[in-house]
């Protein structure tokens, strides 16, 4: 089966831009996480969806970032302005379900820098 | 309190010999999930094993198995017959599972770096 897609693979922007980011899970997968990782640090969730519907985005700054995922399948996650510490690896996951062995699957993430 | 710690930043290991990587936890939910990561430098997470908090034998997945010691709250990796190819980040990462509303976040530890030596 198809893995979980991310585009782009890398990103460059100066702080204060704007930056949106891509994620198609693998087919038949309900469940799809966002990520930070920081460089040096293990990822951090910023947002799960459970088809089209947020169950946690505790961890989201939701003064510039977004997420949205409106027909249940790909989703997408939007920086707007960036800042400097925004620099870092977003990976997009996907599991199954919900149940209590279920993996996360990775896609590959994308690298943003700022500048 | 950190709920993931992986005490180890970085290790080396000969190949063919085998390496264990801390894991401790910390958690009062009895319902709980332990899962191991490999990120290779190109980035990707690769799931590798799972430990249940109820499962009563150690997980096993070819040369991989995990060292579940549920009073000790730890859940240490052990990769036997090192490769090459096991050069890489290592994360261990947990799940809660009384707190439905979280779904199944998953929460990761900061990682150990394997290095394996020809």
């Known amino acids: 089966e198809a893995g979980v897609a991310q585009s782009p693979r890398y990103k460059i922007i100066e702080k204060r831009q704007s930056v949106a980011f891509w994620c198609n899970p693998i087919s038949g997968h309900a469940t799809l996480y966002w990520y930070q990782q920081i460089l040096g640090q293990g990822p951090k969730l910023l947002i799960q969806?459970?088809?089209?519907?947020?169950?946690?985005d505790s961890q989201l700054p939701k003064d510039r970032f977004s997420a949205e995922r409106l027909k249940g399948v790909d989703s997408t996650l939007k920086i707007q302005p960036a800042k400097l510490e925004d620099s870092a690896v977003y990976l997009c996951?996907?599991?199954?379900?919900?149940?209590?062995?279920?993996?996360?699957?990775f896609g590959d993430g994308t690298r943003l820098s700022i500048l | 309190a950190q709920k993931i710690t992986q005490t180890q930043p970085g290790m080396f290991v000969q190949e063919k010999e085998a390496v264990t990587l801390d894991c401790t936890y910390d958690t009062s939910d009895p319902s709980y999930g332990l899962f191991w990561y490999k990120q290779p430098s190109s980035g990707e997470m690769i799931f590798l094993i799972y430990q249940g908090s109820y499962d009563q034998q150690n997980a096993t997945e070819g040369r991989y198995s995990l060292n579940f010691q549920k009073a000790r709250k730890s859940a240490n990796l052990v990769i036997s017959a090192s490769q090459l190819g096991d050069s890489a980040m290592y994360f261990c990462?947990?799940?809660?599972?009384?707190?439905?509303?979280?779904?199944?976040?998953?929460?990761f530890g900061g990682g150990t770096r394997v290095l394996v030596k020809p």
């Open positions: 969806f459970q088809n089209n519907g947020v169950v946690d």
């Open positions: 996951a996907s599991s199954h379900g919900q149940g209590a062995g279920q993996p996360q699957h």
């Open positions: 990462a947990m799940r809660e599972g009384r707190n439905k509303a979280a779904g199944n976040k998953l929460t």
